[in-house]
């Protein structure tokens, strides 16, 4: 039983969050290269491979993957906002192989406050391409099930109260002393930057499964 609990932290299918937000604009999606063959489509929680393009309304290219920096293509996990809205909203049920073009409203993108070159209030434009899909190492569905308060982080007291939970589910009577022992060595283990939370990317996402 010990050993099924401890496993929370990467157990559980992924399915997509949905629940009472209100509507976002969209994310206008031109399929411009699709794969005979499909094996797999994207979904939250995948770690996709992609090279990409940005364009502002008036056709400047803002950066290129392939030809800035190291020019080699990006690693990121879809749905955990670690990327913009357009993209986790824009980038699923894609192919490996597949390339498509976004058109993104400001709001799915940088916002009233733009960031970098990109102006306040811009709609942009991404030609991308999905190179690779790999299974995500965490479950998206678990953290939105522990996440009590919506804010995109655990704390000590939601992972406590989901453990409680999943002793009651399987039969056990709550252990106190034994649910702090399991969360202080979650923590210990998971919270890399010691802030006192779990942070979706904590949770979801780790550089060494790459």
């Given at each position: 039983m010990l050993l099924t609990v401890l496993s929370w932290l990467c157990s559980a299918l992924l399915v997509s969050v949905s629940g009472g937000k209100l509507p976002e604009a969209e994310v206008e999606i031109d399929v411009l290269h699709r794969p005979f063959l499909c094996h797999r489509k994207s979904k939250y929680g995948d770690i996709l491979l992609v090279h990409h393009e940005g364009y502002f309304e008036n056709g400047t290219m803002f950066h290129s993957s392939r030809t800035e920096g190291d020019k080699n293509a990006v690693w990121f996990t879809l749905g955990i906002r670690e990327v913009i809205k357009g993209w986790d909203k824009g980038l699923q049920d894609m192919c490996s192989g597949e390339k498509r073009k976004l058109v993104i409203p400001p709001a799915l993108a940088y916002g009233k406050e733009g960031r970098g070159k990109i102006p306040p209030e811009s709609t942009l434009t991404f030609i991308i391409e999905v190179l690779e899909i790999r299974n995500g190492p965490r479950s998206h569905e678990s953290f939105q099930?522990?996440?009590?308060?919506?804010?995109?982080?655990?704390?000590?007291?939601?992972?406590?109260?989901?453990l409680r939970k999943e002793f009651e589910r399987h039969g056990y009577p709550p252990n106190d002393t034994l649910h702090e022992n399991m969360v202080a060595d979650i923590f210990a283990k998971e919270d890399e930057n010691k802030d006192g939370f779990i942070s979706s990317r904590e949770f979801t996402y780790k550089h060494d499964e790459l």
């Open positions: 099930e522990m996440d009590l308060n919506d804010d995109w982080k655990l704390s000590k007291h939601e992972v406590k109260e989901y």
